[in-house]
């Protein structure tokens, strides 16, 4: 049962990141439109801005769970490296345990009491001329640091079915050349 939650976990998070993905095209396609305007019509306008901000923004917090799922992140290689298989899912538990999932949870927790809710309340918008609304960026953070626990949760269930020899995992994560 765990390791289904683990899996539906997965596939919701790569479907975030090819989200993010996409996110980042649009992005860049804002940032070449406003270009466009500003340089070569001489209509400049602070939303376009705005969007191209908003847009990268989403795409780091609903990114880096699959950058999790993906063993992207960057990690301290000076014991993980010289260590057993069994010896570095150890160091991921404690690490998952220890670290990521209390600060995501009290991260997802405080951006969500204390920066979207009173965004949401009142509706905030920009104060620039021509700016967009603030909540639903603010959304982007409790949400990020929620799939990040989910996501975590998920690296637990795998860590430790790998330890009981139910999955197989590879432990050897990239190293940089020499």
Same mark, same amino acid.
């Given at each position: 049962m765990?390791?289904?939650?683990?899996?539906?976990?997965? *596939?919701?998070?790569?479907?975030?990141?090819?989200l993010?993905?996409?996110?980042? &095209?649009? =992005? #860049?396609?804002?940032? !070449?439109?406003?270009?466009?305007?500003?340089?070569?019509?001489d209509?400049?306008d602070n939303?376009?801005?705005?969007l191209?901000?908003y847009?990268?923004?989403?795409?780091v917090m609903?990114?880096?769970?699959?950058?999790l799922?993906q063993?992207?992140?960057?990690?301290?290689?000076?014991?993980?490296?010289?260590?057993?298989?069994? *010896?570095?899912?150890?160091?991921?538990?404690?690490?998952?345990l220890?670290?990521? &999932?209390? =600060? #995501?949870?009290?991260? !997802?927790?405080?951006?969500?009491?204390?920066?979207f809710?009173?965004?949401?309340?009142i509706?905030?918008?920009?104060?620039?001329?021509?700016?967009?609304?603030?909540?639903?960026?603010?959304?982007?953070?409790?949400?990020?640091?929620?799939?990040?626990?989910?996501?975590?949760?998920s690296?637990?269930?795998?860590?430790f079915?790998?330890?009981?020899g139910?999955?197989?995992?590879?432990?050897?994560?990239e190293?940089?050349?020499?």
């Open positions: 765990l390791l289904a939650f683990s899996r539906a976990v997965d *596939a919701m998070n790569d479907k975030f990141g090819q993010a993905n996409v996110l980042i &095209l649009l =992005a #860049c396609v804002v940032s !070449a439109g406003n270009a466009l305007l500003r340089y070569s019509l209509i400049s939303w376009p801005l705005e191209q901000w847009l990268f923004g989403a795409a609903l990114g880096a769970s699959y950058t799922a063993n992207g992140h960057v990690r301290v290689d000076i014991i993980y490296g010289n260590v057993s298989d069994r *010896a570095r899912l150890w160091i991921d538990i404690f690490g998952l220890l670290f990521l &999932l209390p =600060a #995501c949870t009290l991260f !997802a927790w405080l951006s969500w009491k204390t920066l809710l009173p965004s949401w309340d509706m905030e918008h920009s104060s620039n001329s021509g700016g967009l609304p603030r909540y639903p960026i603010k959304f982007m953070l409790p949400l990020g640091f929620g799939l990040l626990v989910l996501q975590g949760l690296e637990l269930v795998k860590r079915a790998a330890l009981k139910e999955i197989q995992l590879d432990t050897h994560y190293r940089p050349e020499q």
